[in-house]
């Protein structure tokens, strides 16, 4: 007679990994991660890290389940989870000075456009560390709480804030996915959510202090950054109070690393099509106008003027400077010089 040891009864983690299945067509990577990042919200308060990374939920096209995923659900799983739209950044700081909430921010990408809302990127950049605040005449302010946050990738999010992030890049659900998942009513799973988030507080009341008394191992060379290890060190406290560090590290940087390789804004895609142009035709020195025209074949800067490159490259540290061409129109014109541009490709290119 054979005896089948009974499975192992579901932890909270799996509980909410399963939750968000229900409704999120998604990749089990990503869902996994979602899922620790939930249980690091019940642990932020009054437990070690002190740092606590943000998910940015983010898609090319709408209609994605980005704000299903990175809204609707954690407004129901996460700790004192407040969601907000168009907030201001003295706003957002009295908030969370007030309420020491989970905050939930929507269409992220419509409020990063314009010096106005440097403000609101201090804050971001501010409350991913414990005891980070904001000054203003009345007082000082906490900025500190786990943020999500939510909207279209047009790349005017700032690289200081997207560092913070656990990138969740999302996909609209095939036919075949979307006969997997159920519609979300909150009111159809209130209980059930009930009792979920009691046993969350639960959990997170006998685990604190085991949590504050780790501290995962580094290892040299598996990340790209120090800022890659901070974000990642805070998931691995949290997976091993569930058995599951090492698969959360393996997660982590297989995502990191895609991250990596993926994030390109605009400034950079100038430097590839620039390096391309030297390195194809073996030239050390281009005329302005050649780049132009050669930039210029990707729909996205056809209104690209030889002024408007120079101020694009300015942060760079390249500038067009007058050189001597024997080719072209000839004689003295504007141009750059490859030298000027490779120690921007060494820093800013991935590859």
């Not at 007082?139 to 560092?163: A, E, Q, Y």
């Not at 994030?263 to 030297?278: G, H, K, M, N, W």
């Not at 035709?281 to 281009?286: F, G, P, T, V, Y």
């Amino acid at each position: 007679m054979i005896i089948q040891n009974p499975a192992p009864e579901p932890t909270i983690l799996d509980k909410i990994d399963r939750f968000i299945a229900r409704y999120v067509a998604m990749p089990n990577r990503e869902r996994h991660l979602v899922s620790v990042w939930v249980c690091h919200t019940w642990l932020f308060l009054d437990s070690p890290p002190d740092t606590t990374p943000y998910l940015y939920v983010y898609s090319a096209q709408r209609g994605s389940g980005k704000t299903l995923l990175g809204i609707e659900l954690m407004e129901v799983l996460c700790f004192n989870a407040q969601s907000v739209g168009g907030i201001t950044g003295p706003a957002l700081f009295t908030l969370v000075d007030e309420l020491h909430p989970t905050l939930l921010i929507d269409e992220v990408d419509t409020i990063f456009a314009g010096a106005s809302n440097l403000p609101l990127q201090r804050v971001l950049n501010t409350g991913y560390r414990r005891g980070g605040k904001e000054a203003r005449a009345n007082g000082v302010f906490s900025t500190f709480c786990p943020k999500s946050l939510v909207g279209i990738d047009n790349s005017r999010m700032p690289d200081t804030t997207r560092d913070r992030c656990i990138p969740i890049h999302m996909n609209r659900a095939t036919g075949e996915e979307m006969g997997r998942i159920s519609p979300f009513f909150h009111y159809q799973v209130e209980d059930e959510l009930d009792a979920l988030t009691d046993e969350l507080a639960e959990w997170a009341r006998d685990n604190g202090n085991a949590l504050r008394q780790y501290e995962p191992e580094y290892r040299q060379g598996e990340l790209a950054s120090p800022r890659q290890w901070e974000i990642t060190r805070t998931m691995l406290q949290v997976a091993r109070l569930f058995g599951t560090e090492e698969h959360t590290r393996n997660m982590m940087v297989e995502l990191l690393e895609q991250k990596g390789q993926a994030v390109s804004t605009p400034e950079q895609d100038l430097l590839a099509y620039i390096r391309e142009y030297f390195v194809e035709n073996r030239k050390e020195k281009a005329q302005t106008t050649d780049l132009v025209a050669t930039i210029q074949r990707d729909p996205r800067f056809s209104a690209l003027t030889g002024p408007i490159l120079a101020n694009k490259l300015r942060p760079f540290g390249v500038a067009p400077k007058a050189i001597r061409f024997f080719q072209g129109k000839g004689g003295v014109q504007k141009g750059y010089m490859k030298g000027d541009f490779i120690d921007a490709w060494e820093r800013y290119l991935n590859d």
